[in-house]
């Protein structure tokens, strides 16, 4: 009689189609993760950036595209790009570099023309309106 240990061939190709199976499943959903993510970072950097822009306009009675002037720091990887400044209204645009530029936020307050990103355009003022 002999004393066999170990694991035969076809159990070890059993446990690695099983582990590839749930990496299948598993993978796309922390890809979706990442990508809901990196939305809540623009998102909240364009209201971050909404307050900053307030807090100028009580001192100065004018918005600002400068963002040393706002004292605005964005997120790791967030490009946001303030435009259409106005007297009374302005508008930005918010873009992940880990992200395609046709997937972002965009934001405009008071008189100012709402920007475009992809497909979403704001169509309030201090609306948030993202791609995905």
Request: charged content about 15%; glycine content about 6%.
């Amino acid at each position: 009689m002999r004393d066999n240990k170990g694991f035969t061939l076809i159990e070890l190709l059993i446990v690695v189609v099983i582990i590839g199976i749930l990496a299948a499943i598993a993978i796309p959903k922390f890809s979706a993760t990442r990508e809901k993510a990196y939305f809540a970072a623009m998102k909240s950097d364009l209201k971050n950036l909404a307050s900053q822009q307030e807090i100028y306009y009580s001192d100065t009675y004018a918005y600002s595209d400068v963002e040393a002037d706002l004292a605005f720091t964005n997120s790791d990887g967030v490009i946001v790009t303030i435009q259409n400044v106005t007297a009374s209204g302005w508008a930005a645009t918010a873009y992940h570099m880990a992200l395609g530029t046709d997937q972002g936020c965009a934001y405009f307050y008071g008189t100012a023309a709402a920007p475009t990103v992809g497909t979403a355009t704001p169509t309030q003022p201090g609306e948030v309106a993202c791609t995905s």
